[in-house]
């Protein structure tokens, strides 16, 4: 059977799950490893979805009373010293600049030892501590809360274990940080996050996903509370795919953010933080992928249609090239999920075959193939990459040319729609809620060294009560989950009225959490 992809997500009964998403990331054109230890260069068409990606967010995010900024790059030691639980926390991913300047050194070059920086300077791994100096200058006032602002940017975080999208050494995102008066204007401001991520998500990236708080051994470094979206893939492993943070007055109290309230006292602000990166790529690659490649949302595809017109240096090419381009001007000129639509015309020199399975592969939602027949008779034949093959085969559709153009808007709400309807049905399928203790939990996902887990049998989320346990309590659970590489994602929003006993300590339970193999 042809496929457009060199590898499968499975071999036999064993997955090749790791294997099947790099050769996705490679061959649908997305990015490629660096020269940069642990770094990747995003190709067009992967920045592209990114793009998309950031529109989309950014309108959002500005929506709901946030203005963008920009901060530097390189953050002083001295600011992370402020915050010692916060520091620590990214002690070990940190990278540092000591020098300012470059000698040639017996015929090498190397740091000048003349040129050593007073004070070492850290490459951003995030922007709390910087940014936090500035409010401390710009809020005076009570009369200056809130204070809302964004930041895109790129985040160094040195990693040992690198994977395209997922965990590389420099990645994109953007960071939401803002200031309150009170708890419970800086809380609301957290769970607006929270929600403002999970609805774009699941209406954007077609990706459903769970809201809920993390466990306090899995929050932000320094934070009082740290919520996230969770997603499975569809290996079963959990992605963490966007956090939002209520960071308490403690970031406020190590870098001085005070404002006067209207009684004329001083008092310490309530902060937050919130972010998501390019890893939601990654995700969107691993929850909507096939053996043909990728399968991209139309909301978030560079280009939702792409023309690929069949030409043979023969006369006849010049009718099939007017008619396809007649075809791409009507396409744009249409609306579809509230944006125009985004055509290509492919004239690349290169055989139609290829360039149809070309974008197959990268994910492109409806494919265009036009040939002399159908300019001479005014009908458009294509393929959905959503409903690539029945069985084997590969299935096409065929419509008149006006019929098409004013039913595009349509198939690309569908296409997203389906895409969604799948993840979700998968997600709700593979989440066991009927195991009510730990033996049961450890039978079910089996311990696994690193090479089984990599090629490990499909296993969900587990969801179950649990006592919310703190301290050494806490550690406990983590070492017998470390065991079995598991991990606690987070407790859902929505909760039921009664719980069962803690699956770890026998207590009362007081939510559930969900449990689960992570990227």
Known sequence: MQRALSVSRTTGNKSTFPDWYQAVVREADMAEVSPVRGSMIIKPWGYGVWERIQQTLDRRIRESGHDNCYFPLFIPLSFFAKEAEHVEGFAKEMAVVTHHRLKNIDGKLAPDPDAKLEEPLIVRPTSETIIGDAFSRWV??????????????????????????????EFLWQ???????DREDARKETLDILEMYREFAETVLALPVIAGEKPENERFPGADNTYSIEAMMQDGKALQAGTSHYLGTSFAHAQNIRFQNDEGQLEYCHTTSWGV??????????????????RLPPAIAPRQVVIVPMLRDKPEDAEVLAFAEALVKDLNAQFALGEPVRALLDTRAQRS???????????????????????ASGQVTFMRRDALRD????????????????????????????????????????????LTTFDQVADYFGALSDEEEEASAFRGWVRAPWSRPSGAALEAVEERLKALKLTLRNAP????QTFGSCIFTGEPGVEEILIGRAY
């Open 140 to 169: 005076k006032s009570h009369r200056d809360l809130p204070l809302k602002i964004n930041q895109w940017a790129n985040v160094v975080r040195w990693e040992m274990r690198t994977r395209l999208f997922l965990r590389t050494s």
């Open 175 to 181: 960071e939401g940080h803002t200031a309150h008066a």
């Open 277 to 294: 990166s390019t890893r939601l790529i990654g995700g969107v690659i691993m929850t909507h992928g096939d053996d043909d490649g990728l």
């Open 353 to 375: 075959a290829d360039k149809r399975w070309n974008w197959v592969r990268r994910g492109a939602p409806i494919i265009v193939e036009l040939g002399p027949r159908d300019a």
């Open 391 to 434: 069985g084997d085969k590969v299935k096409s559709q065929a419509m008149a040319r006006d019929e098409f153009v004013a039913a595009v808007p349509g198939l690309l709400a569908e296409i997203q729609q389906a895409l969604y309807d799948e993840a979700k049905a998968r997600l709700v399928a593979n989440i066991r809620s009927d």
């Open 493 to 496: 929003m929505d909760q039921p």
